[in-house]
């Protein structure tokens, strides 16, 4: 009867875990993305910008932007893309130009060598 009573206290406490971590925003979810509202039921609106690029060697070059799959030459919204990087999407419309990074609050610098980085050789060890 002891390990019954056991059970189902543990079981109790799993079902208690469960409910609560149901609650918890999932932590892989990008920013941004659509969420049904709790008490509306309408849809969040989605932060604009580059989510995805795959760069094509050779071949079309795809980004996702605003949810959406475009390649050189197609269109977004009333813009044409003109160029896709690793960094950024070019459109270019009516307006003018606009770039729209993947990561628009970094960038990138780089690294520059220290005279100790420089002097040492690959597979060397000072003994």
């Not at 307006?95 to 420089?118: F, H, L, N, Q, Y």
């Amino acid at each position: 009867m002891m390990r019954h009573d056991l059970l189902l206290l543990l079981l109790t406490g799993l079902a208690g875990t469960a409910s609560a971590l149901a609650q918890m925003p999932d932590p892989t979810r990008p920013p941004g993305v659509l969420m049904p509202e709790a008490a509306g039921g309408a849809a969040a609106s989605v932060e604009s910008g580059v989510q995805t690029v795959i760069l094509r060697p050779g071949g079309k070059s795809v980004a996702v932007v605003n949810g959406q799959h475009v390649t050189v030459g197609g269109k977004l919204g009333d813009k044409r893309v003109v160029k896709i990087t690793e960094s950024e999407v070019v459109l270019k419309g009516e307006s003018g130009r606009e770039v729209i990074k993947v990561t628009p609050d970094i960038e990138k610098v780089p690294v520059k060598k220290t005279a100790a980085a420089k002097r040492r050789t690959t597979g060397t060890t000072e003994k």
